[in-house]
């Protein structure tokens, strides 16, 4: 193992992963919930993990030439987030509508498998979640020699693994401020502008073009 490789790996990781985006709102609503959000974060967890392995092992670099890939990734992904941050924006405006879902504590859950099931679609439907795996840590991976990057690749991993069960565990202790609906209605309102400042941001759209 190569100690800076390794180091810089799990800093770039983290510096990807901890905005917040469609993915950590996500887990954070499930942690808040208590709903499954321990199965929840290690299904995160090992989506980044496998991807992470795809792109140190060069799917990146062929993604990233691929026009239509790109393209592809960019319209898909670009309708995804308008329709996720509409969601949000529903619950921001009528709180009510999602009440037994949205208990905190005990009370909200739902099955492991419909949890399971929207982890997937959050996480493989989502264009933020391959920008970071595959093509960002893959194409800065392409960069070291084969066995520092496979370091590379194992530092970013940790930084995965070291998110996803940190933003899992932390609903215990922010549950008491999202007792109150108000509480709720800020995070959907900034889930809805931040997905939606994803789907138009000009980063994503050269990135298409
Ligand atoms: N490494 C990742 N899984 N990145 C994608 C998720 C990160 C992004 N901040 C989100 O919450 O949607």
């Known amino acids: 193992m190569h100690l800076a490789p390794y180091l810089q790996g799990l800093g770039i990781g983290a510096s990807l992963i901890i905005a917040i985006g469609a993915q950590n709102a996500f887990v954070l609503t499930q942690s808040l919930r208590r709903n499954h959000h321990m199965a929840v974060a290690a299904l995160c967890a090992l989506i980044d993990v496998v991807l992470i392995t795809a792109g140190v092992a060069g799917v990146g670099t062929a993604v990233a030439a691929s026009p239509l890939l790109r393209q592809g990734a960019a319209v898909g992904g670009a309708v995804f987030l308008a329709w996720f941050g509409f969601g949000a924006l529903r619950s921001a405006l009528r709180p009510g509508i999602l009440e ?46 084969a066995p520092e990057r496979l370091s590379f690749g194992a530092g970013a991993a940790t930084a995965s693994c070291l998110w996803f069960f940190a933003l899992g565990g932390c609903g215990r202790v922010l549950a008491p401020l999202f007792r109150k609906p108000v509480a709720w209605r800020v995070l959907d309102g900034s889930v809805c502008l931040v997905v939606w400042g994803v789907a138009l941001s000009p980063a994503r759209q050269a990135w298409a073009g």
């Open 100 to 145: 037994a879902d949205r208990a905190v504590g005990d009370g909200g859950r739902t099955s492991l498998r419909r949890v399971l099931g929207a982890t997937l679609a959050v996480s493989l439907l989502n264009p933020h979640v391959y920008l970071d795996t595959v093509v960002m840590l893959g194409g800065i991976s392409g960069h070291y020699p």
